[in-house]
């Protein structure tokens, strides 16, 4: 060192040990002499910290490497030099030399241009030859935007000292240490200049002096006290009890704590009471259900007619094929009267009748031999007052029949035309198309259908329905509308379990419903004799009670979003989980039982530790908490990090993995712990300022397993880290990477729970949280689930750019013949079939940075386009883009959109991707850049398949993470009001 002008520069004290051009340690060894205690050192520790982005204690530890820092009295002036390599500051008095080194702390940062090896003090300021070096004032503030500390736990917080309420990429350090003159020794001291030097580098802001400043926002007071104790009189005022003896043991622990989430112990012991206060929910009421089975329901319908004579009899199951092949052979004998028994599928309806009863007319030879051009198959147009079904109701029945056409006599799926008539006499009419384009009708289906009411009393739903048709020569078919066994349990629920269950908690509080919920869970078992197959044509598959499981998860969401709606004129978002368990039971009756557990609503306590007591060796040992009503004490022990992670992909990576760092910032409602993945460019140091590291390098924050159900988001992220091993390090240089790998335990633990019997369903009861709560709703308000503090966590943590949030749709078709059809009435597009492998949303704000966000997505948007490009995933995008037109789009564009870039649909409209609150680019547009969600195939799915899923993630958030880091920041310093740091935001593109 050579200028003492650049003392606070890498020129001086500062170093960039991984050399990726930012401050990440410091260099200078104080040579304090024992009869020396200048409080104004920790004013100088305090700018030491506040310069760099991570830090370790090595002040006063001799280094040949480190610049050295030496005293020595002088008669004549105060003042320092650089002197051989060495900083020699020479003093009157230690007052004098304190007022020095305060000074040397608050020197501005951008000050003079010229080189100087000396800097004087003179009448109280500070001087280079004949020119003053400006320092910064003293600001006297109101302080409403530091950070608060209201407890002790507090005081080391996951995202540095103190805690805010709200995410910012500006953290201000305004802190008082005052200290009993008669505790005053070196050895505290240096501990005072370690504590002052953490504080202030987790900062982008700073306010001088730290010592004799009592407008400061934090004070920190030392006093004489018998026992050894650190206390919160008031909010942001701490006392550190204790003698000149054990006082520096005190502070050195106290120093170096770290928090709870880091493996630490500090704040744990708050954090540990509110996991001890959970208890298991009690059940509230439990039903049973039971019936006759509807193959024998359609029996006696049989039976009791009184002429069956030459009848052709036209019977619906919700059967599987060899169920009804078995029943129309023993119906045929134990009727001999009745001409033929046909015996159709009551669910997927269409669909059925055509690959049992039309196809194999199609494979006849002489058909084949005249050749077949094509086939139109004319559909009816959905009619029905006030029903929620689609139009296309009557198509989407057929799906994936084109495709299944293809694969059985080869005719391309383009061949197989639907036509959507008005007033068509019939359901469906089929026709083959000859060499000629001449038409043959091949047949003609009437399906029966049932009136239920929908769940919110404005709408009617009309399903397939099982039946008995008795058919005649020259007679009026008589059609019984017998109901399916899934109907009437349909029924039963809606009619007495969910009016029992709404009696029961008609008591509710406020907020019920909204941010906790109104009962746990409602977990609803049923066994049923119906189809479960899954067909060879994409991930497509036959199942009537996966139907049933989503109608019941679904439609009982809507029935308390409905409650809610009448009793407070905003729906009950939040009403408990929907757990519903199907269990396939061939030709028996058909059975359920629901059981309801309680929850136990109690207000959430406001703990806060008052005091800390230390042990002789300084050690924490117990801390105090209060909720104002009563005191109790916990022991400090530390956080262990958890061996075990519940799900298994992360639980290796984890295990196998030593680079990044790994935090806990909370525990999930049902308890587990949720670990976050942070990954910048390792200093070496011990203490880290991530928010500092955010403004000097641009982050990202990618978010997966949000939805539990969504399967390929958390394994994508994992192979995102191991894919960028080999050049991660220059994407370190540029950005830091935080990842959050399954934001949703509890639903994971569901979901293991629900594929246990059948593995590929889509699950979206495992969708929400354990309780069934869209957690992200209750972001950043007081919630008892953990699960939704970590996202807002990270925000204030780390102040990200960008966020990604992966997510996924469904894999198969999604159906809810209770609910229209069509998937759920609450989503405003159709989710029906999957439109793409994967697709993404950008979201955006409402306001004067709506621009530069439309521009960001914009970028975004075409690097995800270039990385896809000619890649298998572009090619399955295309396929689904046709699947999604044919079935869907071309008939109802505003229900089923597109909206695209080269490759891939990228939708930014609401409808898509709606904003709330609690949504990071709607809560502080002013600095996040982008926000962007991708959604991939993946409700359930395995092997090569889920691969694609996860090479389809990778690639999109690659392409972010290139377009992140070709984006330039300019990090400028200002002196207004103090010191402080900042750079343009939100960040723009290019």
């Known amino acids: 060192m050579k200028n003492i002008l650049a003392l606070w520069s890498k020129e001086g004290l500062l170093r960039d040990k991984n050399g990726d051009g930012v401050v990440d340690s410091t260099s200078i060894y104080i040579n304090l002499p024992e009869h020396l205690v200048p409080e104004g050192l920790i004013d100088f520790c305090?700018?030491?910290?506040?310069?760099?982005?991570?830090?370790?204690?090595?002040?006063?530890?001799?280094?040949?490497?480190?610049?050295?820092?030496?005293?020595?009295?002088?008669?004549?002036?105060?003042?320092?030099?650089?002197?051989?390599?060495?900083?020699?500051?020479?003093?009157?008095?230690?007052?004098e030399l304190s007022t020095l080194l305060k000074l040397l702390a608050s020197m501005e940062p951008e000050l003079i241009t010229e080189k100087s090896s000396r800097i004087e003090l003179k009448d109280g300021r500070l001087y280079s030859g004949q020119t003053i070096i400006p320092t910064l004032a003293v600001r006297k503030d109101c302080h409403n935007t530091y950070p608060k500390i209201n407890s002790l736990a507090d005081f080391w917080s996951f995202s540095g000292i103190g805690k805010i309420s709200e995410a910012s990429p500006s953290k201000a350090f305004s802190m008082n240490i005052d200290v009993e003159d008669l505790l005053w020794t070196p050895e505290l001291l240096r501990e005072l200049c370690h504590l002052a030097a953490r504080g202030a580098m987790y900062s982008t802001k700073i306010e001088f002096p730290i010592t004799g400043n009592a407008d400061a926002a934090l004070q920190f007071q030392v006093t004489e006290g018998s026992n050894m104790m650190l206390e919160l009189p008031y909010p942001n005022t701490l006392r550190l009890a204790g003698n000149k003896t054990n006082l520096p043991a005190a502070i050195y622990h106290l120093a170096r704590a770290k928090h709870w989430s880091e493996g630490g112990e500090f704040g744990y012991w708050e954090q540990e009471h509110k996991l001890s206060q959970k208890t298991e929910p009690s059940l509230l009421f439990e039903m049973n259900w039971t019936d006759e089975w509807e193959a024998d329901r359609a029996f006696e319908v049989l039976a009791n007619e009184k002429d069956l004579e030459g009848a052709n009899i036209e019977i619906y199951l919700s059967e599987p094929l060899e169920v009804r092949k078995a029943l129309e052979k023993e119906w045929q004998l134990h009727f001999p009267q009745i001409k033929s028994i046909t015996i159709r599928s009551a669910f997927k309806t269409g669909f059925h009748w055509f690959i049992e009863e039309v196809l194999p007319e199609f494979i006849d030879s002489e058909i084949q031999d005249e050749g077949i051009q094509g086939i139109e198959i004319k559909v009816q147009k959905q009619a029905g007052k006030n029903a929620l079904e689609l139009p296309i109701r009557w198509i989407q029945e057929l799906y994936p029949l084109d495709k299944y056409i293809e694969k059985e006599i080869g005719l391309k799926a383009e061949l197989v035309q639907y036509a959507l008539e008005d007033g068509l006499e019939h359901t469906y009419e089929v026709y083959r198309i000859g060499k000629l384009g001449e038409k043959y009708l091949m047949g003609y289906l009437d399906v029966p259908v049932s009136k239920l009411p929908y769940v919110d009393e404005k709408h009617s739903v009309y399903p397939s329905s099982s039946a008995v048709r008795i058919l005649k020569f020259g007679e009026e078919p008589i059609e019984h509308i017998v109901q399916s066994d899934r109907e009437r349990f349909y029924r039963f629920y809606m009619l007495e379990v969910l009016p029992s269950l709404r009696r029961e908690v008609s008591s509710y509080r406020p907020g019920q419903g909204h941010n906790r919920p109104l009962f746990d869970r409602i977990e609803i078992d049923v066994w049923m004799s119906e189809e479960e197959r899954k067909l060879s044509i994409d991930e497509e598959r036959v199942s009537s009670l996966e139907a049933l499981h989503e109608d019941l998860y679904f439609n009982t969401l809507d029935y308390f979003a409905h409650m809610g709606l009448e009793l407070e004129g905003k729906s009950f978002d939040a009403p408990g989980g929907v757990h519903?368990?199907?269990?396939?039971?061939?030709?028996?009756?058909?059975?359920?039982?629901?059981?309801?557990?309680?929850?136990e609503d109690k207000q959430i306590e406001q703990w806060t530790t008052t005091s800390i007591q230390f042990n002789r060796e300084g050690h924490f040992f117990k801390a105090i908490m209060t909720n104002g009503h009563e005191e109790i004490t916990r022991p400090v022990e530390a956080f262990e990090l958890p061996s075990q992670h519940i799900h298994k992909d992360v639980q290796d990576w984890i295990s196998h993995q030593s680079q990044y760092r790994i935090l806990y910032p909370d525990h999930s409602y049902r308890g587990h712990a949720i670990p976050v993945f942070e990954c910048f460019l390792d200093a070496g140091e011990e203490f880290y300022s991530t928010l500092k590291m955010s403004l000097f390098k641009k982050t990202?924050?990618?978010?997966?397993?949000?939805?539990?159900?969504?399967?390929?988001?958390?394994p994508a992220v994992l192979k995102?880290?191991?894919?960028?091993?080999?050049h991660f390090d220059h994407l370190l240089k540029d950005m830091n990477i935080v990842i959050l790998p399954l934001a949703n335990p509890d639903g994971y633990e569901l979901m293991l729970k629900l594929t246990e019997e059948h593995p590929e369903w889509k699950h979206h009861a495992a969708r929400y949280n354990a309780v069934g709560l869209e957690y992200s709703l209750v972001r950043f308000h007081e919630t008892v689930f953990g699960e939704a503090n970590i996202y807002p966590e990270i925000l204030r943590r780390w102040a990200p750019d960008i966020i990604i949030d992966d997510h996924g749709i469904p894999s198969h078709e999604w159906v809810q013949p209770f609910a229209g059809y069509n998937s759920p009435p609450r989503f405003p597009v159709s989710y029906f079939l999957p439109s793409a492998k994967i697709y993404g949303i950008g979201r955006l704000s409402k306001g004067e940075f709506r621009p530069t966000h439309e521009v960001n997505l914009d970028v975004i948007a075409n690097r995800i386009s270039h990385w896809i490009k000619g890649t298998k995933i572009e090619e399955e995008n295309q396929y689904w883009k046709e699947r999604f037109k044919k079935y869907g789009n071309q008939w109802l564009p505003k229900v089923f959109p597109i909206e695209e870039v080269p490759g891939i649909h990228f939708y930014r409209q609401s409808d898509v991707a709606p904003s709330y609150s609690t949504i990071g680019i709607t809560r502080y547009p002013e600095w996040i850049a982008a926000e962007v969600i991708s959604e991939a195939a993946d409700e359930t799915v395995y092997g090569e398949v889920l691969e694609s899923c996860i090479e389809a993630h990778i690639l999109f958030d690659l392409a972010i993470l290139e377009a992140l880091q070709k984006a330039e920041i300019d990090v400028e310093r200002h002196n207004k009001n103090g010191l402080g740091l900042e750079r343009r935001r939100p960040l723009r593109l290019s």
């Open 46 to 95: 305090g700018r030491l910290g506040f310069e760099t982005t991570s830090l370790s204690f090595h002040f006063f530890e001799k280094s040949d490497k480190a610049i050295q820092m030496d005293f020595e009295h002088s008669e004549l002036f105060t003042a320092i030099r650089v002197e051989n390599q060495h900083l020699v500051v020479s003093y009157k008095d230690e007052i």
């Open 580 to 599: 519903p368990f199907m269990h396939v039971t061939y030709r028996e009756k058909p059975r359920a039982l629901i059981r309801v557990y309680s929850w």
């Open 700 to 714: 990202i924050f990618i978010e997966a397993g949000h939805h539990a159900n969504e399967v390929s988001s958390t």
């Open 720 to 726: 995102l880290l191991e894919r960028a091993d080999g």
